[in-house]
């Protein structure tokens, strides 16, 4: 489609359409620019992703052991109506 633009601009009879190409290389700059910027999120994503798994893994190998404690105990009012 790129083409056909530019064939229709130059067939207006303005030039060479030079402002066209620039535009385009614009395009073409920030499409880059964009790319590089999703690379560089998916590897820092990636690199969270490995630090939290090291974190993890340092906690449970290192960590205490974990030993049930005392039971949660639920304390009601005497005077609570029962709804059973």
Request: net charge positive; aromatic share 16%.
């Amino acid at each position: 489609m790129a083409f056909w633009l530019a064939a229709a601009y130059k067939a207006k009879g303005r030039g060479e359409g030079r402002s066209f190409r620039r535009s385009r290389s614009y395009k073409s700059g920030v499409r880059n620019l964009i790319k590089r910027l999703a690379v560089w999120a998916f590897y820092a994503v990636g690199a969270l992703a490995i630090a939290y798994l090291a974190l993890y893994a340092y906690a449970m190998f290192s960590g205490h052991p974990i030993v049930p404690g005392d039971p949660i105990r639920i304390f009601r009012s005497p005077d609570a109506p029962s709804y059973s």
